[in-house]
């Protein structure tokens, strides 16, 4: 396999191709530093398309470091609302704060000290090194590992684990354009690599991928099997306004806006005559009956919502759905 011009192909495909994305508009350093750190906190389990207007509207709200740092919870959240997976708001704030008090506003160029701040980890810290820092570094992101995946066509355990694919990732080799390279492989994974149907003749890579030359683009995944639980909401209706809480029970969605729930079995769930509904979160499959009840104690953390004004909240895509279920 010819390696040597891998990143030159690629960089001319990225030249060519690349799509026009608000986090990639020629700012400042600092800016640069800040769109990155707010874009890649935002693109974590959530698709571009979906991130684009989100972010467009949080760089309004909070331009800068500061701004952010100095907001209130309650702001933050509601410009957040409907992008799901609300910690990483939290702790894009927390990360505003300390930059701020620790490391003069700036994202440090040093890998352990990244990961020392919230909500950072192993791929977040390698994205922000590339595209803000310009470090040689490939953050393997499932587009990445699609185009190795086909690349060499890898197929058993062994060869998609995690530790095998870091090793096949040397196909890439570097560029002095870090930054772009980093993008560039992970805008082909997006746009070319695509995981049903590949766009080949599109693609830069093709005298260099195997599935390509047997045709055979079919992707081993390792099993992901989304949990199914099984819930009880209980329902509480007084004078038009429904009785919610915040969660202080459940790891998902923690210190969200719920209806009490509890977790209950298969088969109390089977069984149940109540109004059934089904609620996809990105981990878990959640059947839940709908429980009205004719009374209900308020609770220390308890509030009562009108539904017709629900929008005027912050609350998870989940409450609302339960909501919405109601018909009065
Ligand atoms: S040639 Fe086709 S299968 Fe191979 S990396 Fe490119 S798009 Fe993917």
């Not at 959530?46 to 701004?67: A, G, H, M, R």
């Not at 095998?164 to 040397?170: C, G």
């Not at 980093?182 to 195997?210: V, W, Y």
């Amino acid at each position: 396999m010819q390696k040597s011009n891998i990143p030159n192909k690629i960089l001319k495909w990225y030249d060519n191709n690349k799509r026009t994305l608000p986090w990639r508009k020629k700012t400042s350093t600092k800016n640069r530093e800040y769109f990155t750190l707010v874009s890649e906190f935002m693109l974590q389990q959530t698709q571009v398309k979906t991130v684009i207007p989100y972010f467009e509207n949080f760089i309004k709200n909070f331009p800068d470091l500061k701004s952010l740092a100095k907001s209130s919870d309650q702001k933050i959240l509601k410009n957040w609302e409907g992008l799901g997976y609300y910690s990483r708001a939290r702790n894009l704030k927390k990360t505003a704060i300390k930059l701020i008090e620790e490391f003069k506003g700036q994202l440090p160029k040093d890998i352990e000290k990244l990961k020392s701040l919230p909500g950072i980890g192993e791929y977040t810290s390698r994205s922000i090194l590339a595209i803000a820092h310009n470090e040689p570094y490939i953050p393997m992101d499932g587009n990445v590992e699609r185009i190795l995946k086909r690349v060499f066509l890898l197929k058993t355990n062994n060869e998609i684990s995690k530790e095998n694919l870091n090793k096949k990732k040397s196909f890439f080799g570097f560029s002095k354009r870090s930054s772009d390279y980093a993008q560039a492989i992970m805008e082909i994974g997006a746009l070319i690599c695509k995981p049903s149907i590949p766009l080949c003749n599109h693609c830069p890579l093709t005298k260099n991928c195997k599935a390509f030359n047997r045709k055979d683009f079919l992707i081993k995944s390792k099993n992901k099997f989304n949990k199914i639980k099984y819930f009880e909401a209980n329902v509480y209706r007084y004078k038009n306004k429904y009785l919610l809480i915040k969660n202080k029970k459940f790891n998902f969605l923690k210190n969200l806006v719920i209806f009490p729930m509890t977790e209950i079995t298969q088969k109390t769930f089977k069984y149940s005559v109540h109004k059934k509904i089904n609620v996809k979160m990105s981990n878990m499959n959640m059947k839940i009956i709908i429980n009205r009840k004719n009374k209900m104690k308020r609770k220390k953390d308890s509030l009562f919502l009108d539904k017709s004004n629900i929008n005027k909240y912050i609350l998870p895509s989940f409450t609302k759905k339960i909501f919405n279920s109601l018909s009065h």
